[in-house]
């Protein structure tokens, strides 16, 4: 650092050099690094959204030989895979690639490219791993409380499939939700994802009065979502209007007393209480719906939103899916209005400086 530092000094002749840098740690960069004069121009990349993923999609796409016209693809997987990166997008490409030559296709089909987006979720299936019986139908139970609990949950991410054959990454069953590109969440929609992480562990409780560890993952987003709320984002009546920072950003320093991680620690597990009663309350009103979705799951293994849709009816609230409800339904920005649009493009602005510039004075003999 000290080196690039001595390069980028200013204080020689070297005035045409321009210094380019990238990090994906931005959260631990020097701060002389960030001060003006060194990297004046910090541009931060985030995921793409669902128009960023259809063009991302175009560009890996061009090279396979495809079943469909590359944009009715493009369009269908840049809505499947919100929150991916454009690495991940590449990822599935070659997956889907590899997938349909194992399959001897002729050509890459949709099919494939949802069971590559598996793969880069769950990881690869486990196809000899042994399950008792009551094991199996205990993830099965699980994973339909999962799905039942956000079926009936207005805020909750809509069902896309549900597996319990056991993954590498995803253990021993497996569910994929079609999540919003939300940029705010508002506390209602905090509580409902909580409920659906813990309608694994009530349908447990319910059908087979113990529970297990295959909680642990959800247990564990469940916490993370209620410190959230109650410790950074002021959304407790008892906590108020401040905001602290995380375990790691103050790991030799509080920034309050040990009475304020008390109150801090009793209003998490309040909230979490209240999201597990009010999931297991829902579950039991719809126990049926719960015993139907498993015993499914339990026949088919894998089963999809069209299986659950006539398994115990239509969801009822409603959720954009396809790449045209999804961008006709959001918000576009107006160029003619922005700050921007006065402002010419550089071509004309050049052309507009060389005509106001008054004619050079005759240069004496």
């Known amino acids: 650092m000290n080196q690039l530092l001595v390069e980028m000094d200013g204080f020689d002749t070297q005035k045409g050099v321009v210094v380019l840098a990238g990090t994906n740690r931005a959260d631990i960069l020097d701060s002389a690094l ?29 090279g396979l030989r495809l079943s469909d016209p590359i944009e009715a693809i493009a369009q269908r997987m840049a809505s499947l895979t919100p929150g991916f990166s454009g690495a991940d997008i590449a990822n599935i490409c070659n997956e889907a690639a590899l997938i349909a030559a194992r399959q001897r296709a002729k050509s890459v089909e949709e099919k494939h490219f949802e ?63 079609l999540p919003k590109d939300l940029s705010l969440h508002t506390q ?29 993952d959800d247990l564990n987003r469940v916490s993370k979502i209620a410190y959230t709320q109650i410790a950074q984002m002021g959304m407790s009546k008892k906590i108020g209007q401040v905001s602290f920072p995380s375990e790691g950003d103050s790991q030799f320093y509080k920034p309050y007393s040990d009475e304020t991680a008390k109150l801090i620690d009793d209003e998490v597990r309040d909230l979490i209480e209240q999201m597990y009663t009010r999931t297991k309350g829902l579950l039991l009103e719809h126990r049926e719906k719960v015993e139907t979705v498993g015993e499914l799951l339990l026949s088919k293994e894998v089963i999809t939103t069209k299986d659950v849709v006539e398994a115990i009816g239509e969801r009822p609230f409603e959720m954009p899916t396809s790449y045209k409800e999804i961008t006709e339904s959001a918000w576009q920005r107006d160029e003619s209005t922005s700050v921007m649009a006065d402002i010419p493009p550089p071509k004309e602005a050049e052309e507009k400086a060389s005509d106001e510039v008054p004619p050079a004075a005759p240069s004496p003999a």
Not at 34 to 62: C, S
Not at 136 to 161: I, M, Q, S
Not at 191 to 206: K, P, Q, T, Y
Request: charged share 25%; with cysteine; net charge positive.
């Open 188 to 216: 209602d929609q905090l509580n409902d994802m909580m409920c659906m992480a813990l309608g694994g562990r009530a349908a447990e409780e319910i059908f087979f009065k113990s529970v297990t560890t295959g909680a642990s």
């Open 115 to 177: 069971l590559a987006v598996d793969r880069v979720i769950g990881g690869l299936e486990k196809k000899n791993k042994v399950m008792s019986m009551e094991e199996k139908k205990t993830v099965a139970y699980h994973e339909a409380g999962h799905a039942v609990a956000g079926w009936f949950l207005e805020h909750a991410d809509p069902l896309l499939k549900v597996s319990i054959v056991p993954r590498g990454k995803a253990a021993l069953g497996y569910a994929q939700y």
């Open 34 to 62: 960030l001060r003006p004069g060194r990297f004046d121009r910090q541009i931060n990349i985030d995921n793409p959204d669902i128009k960023g993923r259809f063009e991302i999609f175009q560009v890996h796409l061009k």
